[in-house]
């Protein structure tokens, strides 16, 4: 049988700015429970849903106070494995976000680990043996905590200074308040974050999104011990919640799918070269024509062949870290970016408010978002108060929205046959319709030259292929192609046409073409 992923079209809820149904400024579960036939009519199939745990939102929640509760402003356990349900109803799938590296300071074990006396949770983090040795420095530690707690030692954070990192040992041990990968500690930690997987998994989550995946063992120059701890986590799986899906932002395919991961993340910082399509001074995607998209084919066959042509890399068209792409491209321009996220392997990942073009605003940060912050805006879904965002007064929604004029608006969009949105209904549906441009449908590029267009791919599966040509640019332009044209299954703007081993694409437009 397929599996679910095979067709899955993701769809990203940053729960804060969705969709508040109480009235408190602050999306919640119940908001999404009511937009669920939204996500679907749109095309979308499944969800991952930024972390709702309960938190100090230090992080946006990305530093988690108790893995096993629901934030209560988004409401109860009881109402996300109603979400659960809701969802399961309609074919769909929900996926939660799990921090293994960090938690908050504010977490349990946390409070314990500080406490002068040796405790239960005194190995849960990573401690040196004396408040004059700094755990700063280390490999795969991002930096220290000093002279705050009762405790006499240092401890390593994983990302900002209110996320501790949790312990789950060294490959390679050079210090005395080292634990190894394989210590009673380090196994302690890794059997919490089972025990916090299995807590949701048997309520009905169908897997996680996971946090800095690679991050778990320090000095691990090869991540050998961070593969074979997912290993050890994917067999726990195997053997307790065989259908759990496990998706990495890592950005090293060929390792965490050894992991045992099922996908990992493109993601935007690093070698992938995603901002060369999306978002920078020359976005290969924009109608200027300056671009140039062979950086990133170059690594992204690379890692594609790393994976033995598994090609489960997940493209975002944006995320909750990332400038809306918005900022770089109008809504004509994007229209192409999703005939070319729709068409690539692996899965596409929609981040909220990027189906009718929503823009990134310059605000100051929220809950440790930062620069990040415009890209976090609450949801416009109509012409109402708030955008129908929320019922509670402006002054008290998560952020300000966007106040222009023709600031994009989701019921606008829907009555628009010619918008973005609707754009985005069509190529999923094509999608779904054809294996070969599903996930492990094969890729091969077929013209993709240094600053030129077009763009061109074949996509294949069970003996039907597919060519995908894409001209962002304004001018028409031309490729040798040794295909032959049978069904044009999709265009936008004019049609691209094969004559005589020559493929003709005109200017802003793209084209799916069936052939032999
Ligand atoms: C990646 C998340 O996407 C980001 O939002 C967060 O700040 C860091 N990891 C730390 O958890």
Redesign the pocket.
């Known amino acids: 049988m397929k599996h679910w992923l095979e067709e899955s079209i993701f769809y990203e809820i940053y729960p804060q700015s969705f969709c508040d149904s109480n009235g408190d400024g602050i999306g919640d579960f119940q908001g999404i429970i009511g937009k669920l036939d939204y996500i679907k009519d749109l095309g979308c199939n499944a969800l991952w849903l ?1 972390p709702c745990y309960l938190s100090p939102f230090g ?2 929640g ?1 530093d988690v106070q108790d893995y096993c509760q629901a934030a209560p402003r988004y409401g109860t356990n009881e109402e996300l494995t109603q979400l659960f349900d809701e969802a399961h109803s309609r074919g769909m799938h929900v996926i939660l976000d799990l ?1 293994p ?2 938690t908050s300071t504010e977490h349990p074990w946390f409070k314990e680990s500080c406490k002068a006396e040796p405790n239960q949770y005194w190995g849960r983090y990573i401690w040196s043996d004396n408040i004059w040795v700094d755990v700063a420095g280390h490999a795969g530690i991002a930096g220290s905590l000093r002279g705050l707690y009762p405790r006499n030692g240092s401890v390593a954070v ?3 200074s209110n ?1 501790p990192a949790l312990n789950y040992g060294f490959a390679n041990v050079t210090q005395p308040w080292q634990s190894a990968v394989d210590s009673a500690e380090a196994l302690e930690t890794r059997q919490a974050m089972k025990d916090a997987m299995a807590f949701w998994l048997s309520r009905g989550c169908d897997g996680f999104r996971v ?2 995946a690679g991050s778990l063992v320090k000095n691990d120059p090869d991540s050998v011990e961070t593969i074979r701890l997912w290993q050890d986590v994917r067999d726990f799986l195997d053997q307790s919640f065989p259908d759990a899906v496990l998706i990495s ?1 890592w950005g090293e395919p060929d390792k965490s799918l050894m992991g045992g991961f099922h996908m990992d993340f493109l993601l935007h910082f690093g070698p992938s070269h995603y901002m060369d399509l999306f978002r920078c001074e020359h976005p290969y995607f924009s109608r200027e024509g300056k671009g140039d998209a062979s950086s990133f084919v170059e690594t992204y066959m690379r890692n594609y062949r790393l994976t033995n042509n598994r090609g489960m890399i997940c493209i975002p068209s944006g ?3 990332m400038e809306r792409i918005r900022k770089y491209l109008d809504c004509e321009e994007l229209k192409m970016v999703y005939a070319f996220l729709m068409s690539m392997p692996g899965v596409p990942f929609v981040y909220y408010g990027d189906e009718i073009g929503m823009r990134h605003l310059s605000l100051f940060s929220v809950e ?1 978002g930062y620069d ?1 912050t415009g890209a976090r805006t609450p949801m416009q879904w109509d012409d109402g108060k708030n955008y129908g965002f929320s019922d509670a007064p402006a002054e008290k929604l998560y952020t300000v929205q966007d106040g222009a004029e023709d600031a994009p608006i989701v019921s606008r969009q829907m009555a628009e046959p010619d918008s973005l949105w609707h754009e985005i209904q069509k190529l999923a549906g094509i999608r779904r319709e054809h294996p070969s441009l599903c996930a492990s449908g094969e890729i091969e590029f077929v013209y993709c030259q240094p600053e030129k267009y077009p763009l061109v791919y074949l996509r294949s599966a069970g003996g039907s292929r597919i060519l995908v040509a894409l001209n962002p640019s304004g001018q028409e332009v031309s490729c040798p192609c040794p295909y032959e044209q049978r069904e044009v299954l999709y265009t936008l703007g004019k049609e691209a046409g094969i004559e005589d081993g020559m493929l003709h694409v005109p200017g802003e437009s793209a084209a799916f073409v069936a052939v032999e």
């Open positions: 930024n992080d946006a990305y921090v590296g960090h994983n990302f900002f996320q946090d800095m932002e995320n909750h870290d440790g990040r």
